[in-house]
C-alpha cells in the first residue's frame, strides 16, 4: 500500500500525482480510477510537485547525501523526461513545497531549513532553459534565526508554497 503525497493537473486536464515509486496518472472515471505509473522514481525522493501547461516539475532529494535537484517531466512524450538540474544548497536540503509565482519563477520550500541554517528557506527558480534544464537561483526568504522575532524569516522546517494573486 502507498500513499498519494500531492496532486497537480496539466494545461489538457490530466490529473497527476507523487506516491508510491513516483509519478503517477490518475485515469478513468467516473466510478473507477486507475493510477498509472508514467515515471518511476529516478532514484531520489520526490518533494515538491507543480505543474505548468504540459509540463510537470518534480523536486527531488537524494536521501543519502540530501542534496535536491529539480526534474521536469513532460507526459505526453514517449520518454517524458525532459531535463534534470541540481538544486545548489550548502547543507542538507529537501525541498517539500513548490509553486510557480506570478513573475513565472518557480519557488521551493526547504524543508531542512531550521533555526540558523545555512540555506534559505524558500529558494526562486527562474528557469533559463528547459531542454537542456538550467537554472538561475536566488534566496527569496531566509531561514529563521536563533532568537530572533518569530516574522524573522522563513521559520523552521517550512513544508509548502501556494500563491494568490501577487502573495505567497
Known sequence: AWH???????????FFVLG??????????PTV???????????CSFGGFSARGARLYASCT?????TCELIVYEPARKVPLVGRAAIVTKGP????GSAFGPDG?????????????ADPAVVRLKILTEEPLRLEQTAFVAASVSGAMPDNGGGT????IRFHGETM
Open 157 to 160: 522546517f517550512p513544508n509548502g
Open 93 to 96: 536540503a529537501h525541498f517539500n
Open 4 to 14: 498519494l503525497r500531492e496532486g497537480v493537473f496539466i494545461d489538457d486536464g490530466r
Open 105 to 117: 519563477a518557480l519557488y521551493v520550500s526547504n524543508s531542512l531549513a531550521s533555526t540558523d541554517s
Open 62 to 66: 537524494n536521501t543519502d547525501t540530501l
Open 33 to 43: 480510477y486507475s493510477a498509472v505509473l508514467i515515471a518511476p522514481n529516478p532514484g
Open 20 to 29: 508510491g515509486e513516483g509519478i503517477y496518472e490518475i485515469v478513468g472515471g
